[in-house]
């Protein structure tokens, strides 16, 4: 391959991944986004400049070797990428599908400076996807060390934890709740922006490290953090996410047609009712009209899962302005495209409906006003604005409070006054010995590759106290 | 997969599972539920287990075939498994010496109120169970009733066995005569709403079990959300025994009738989705 000057790199476009035309792929949940052909990700791969000091690296919170994997995709050594990758990012097929890497790597591209930067996201999908399909990029466990961990919660935060331990040695249980491991990957994320036999692949990935999944079990309402300790496991580590939806706090929300974008997303993507002889159904919506409040990647989703459910009219309410949406911009991209209406500035006042049933909400209409925390500017509400919209279904997706089961159930847990874990944001160490933490329950709601950072951070630290222990348990 | 290790009918439509679960069993209480998902393809129900052995990894479900699933889950024989059991779910019900307790159960109902009267027996309370359904064949568990050293009264709706009427009747009848300090109640929603309406002007403190729809049965999905004077509760992890008093049973009532036509339609064909 012939070595080509930095120019030379600058000049090669970046290469856009294909995607399902609008029209056809609103009627089905398979996946939107095609990946790249082997000759636009070594177009794409011949972009990166090779910077001596990568400021992508820092973009990313698990901190995949960007630089060097790249390169290695340019010269056409996917099995070495796929080493590398595997190495450092437990669920690459996942962060490739639905990192904001706008935000993250790719933000931080020197390439993006003067133009677009490096598509990182998606060559990660690409030799991801490459590997799971050549049988690459495999794990080795290490030699046993005897110790023993629990992760509650097969989350993102849980999965890296565990893949992360398992490497080193360790012998890794995880406890879920649900009956499929994956947590937002499994019951969140649309198959049709993350396609469930990639997420198979994925834990399979980890249950061939010799990880243990068990499934339909609460910890906290069936064994506490205190039982785990005590019946041999060494460390525990808490990624039980946020997981307890949040509402309008406006009247009618207890109408027949209003949904927590949970349970929306749950009842298709975990439940199947999208499939002809699902046992769990949603409200027929063929020809209905749907609001989705919320303007982050949950509300995208749930938009656009009701347009492929035959929504006739699916509107995204949202307070601030599109520049403001929290939600992956190519998703946004991607749900007007198939139809989904964005209408910016507007707050619900009241759900109205007659025999229980929804059938309309009241909007306000919102203006900015002074930069808040967030260092957005606030809504602020215009007096004597109100107009209606006719609805059938009503999907809120304004977040998650913190799940409360495990902080009711473990006194001596720490946990904020809004009722997330206290854990060393480095460690993701808690204030109970032998206990770490990270994850949803700790940052509150966020995405899964921060969640997965933190299972990282934690597996570090944890790996670190247990080999502590054996030297001074050895000296 | 969960071992069912006797299935029996114990009323028209009504059968009892023994099922090896012993997460559950080991760490149930009373007044809490599991969730159970029959096979890979099911859907997720709440049920309030009825007993648990926590040496053999055992517990008891009472179910009344009034749906699709339950109907499914009612028909796995003796032998037979089940794809998922999760649990103990829920808040425990209060036990503590309150005195005197009136326990209702209404129908299948029973099974809820139960393992609570029994609790409370055991806790040192005197408990009058009263056991309301439609006949004689219909009335469940009044012998371990009995045996757990609770007064029993059986009202049937038609006459068939104790008193003729409602639980209310006798409900009433045993404020008027005696001192009831708790009344708990679990049944269909308007007998709920009926025993709710005979304490609240003697102020008796009276707890509901309440039965919403549920997914994931651990918060997350917030579809079991009921109004409790005035505020917004998800009976999966704040109940789902809460103030008898303070419940919107309209609420309650509407929102558990979603997905009545789809259920109606599944239950006449037997297939989940022939609705559409």
Redesign the interface.
Known sequence: MKELSTRERMQIPRQAMPVRDPAERRRDFEEVALGLTPELAEREAMRCILCKRPPCIEGCPVRVRIDQFIPLVASGDLAGAARMLAEDNALPAVCGRVCPQETQCEELCVLGRKGLPVAIGALERYVADWAREHGAGRQAPTAPTGHRIAVVGAGPAGLTCASDLARLGHEVTIFEALHEPGGVLAYGIPRFRLPRDIVGAEIRALTDLGVEIVTDAVIGMAESIDDLLAGGYDAVFVGVGAGLPRFLDVPGEDLVGVYSANEFLTRVNLMKAHQAGAATPVIDLDGARVAVFGGGNTAVDAARTAVRLGAAEVAMLYRRTRAEMPARAEEVEHALEEGVLLTEQVAPVELTGTDGRLEGVRLLRMEQGEPDESGRRRPVEIPGSEFDLPIDLAVVAIGNAPNPILRRTTADLEHTKWGTLVADPDTGETRKPGVWAGGDIVTGGATVILAMGAGRRAAQAIHRHLTAKNDLEAG | MFSVLDTRPVAPGVTRLEIAAP??A??WKPG?FVIV?VDG????IPLTVVDADPAAGHITLIVQAVG??TRRLSQVPTGGEI???????GRPSEIEAFGHVAVVGGGVGTAVAFPTARALQGAGNRVTVIVGARTAAHVILADEIRDAGCDLIVATEDGSAGVKGLVTGPLEELIEADIVDRVIAAGPIPMMRAVAETTRSGAIPTMVSLNPIM??G??????C???VGGE?K?AC?DGPDFDAHLV?F??LA??N???LE?ERA?LEAD???A??
Request: charged share 35%; with cysteine; glycine share 12%.
């Open positions: 997460r559950v080991r760490f809490q998902r393809e099911g859907e997720r699709y699933t794809a998922d059991v999760v649990g103990p779910l997914v994931d651990t918060g997350m999905c917030g579809g959300r009921v109004r917004m998800f992890v919107d309209d609420g509407r929102r009738r979603t997905y789809f599944a297939m989940p989705m609705a559409r």
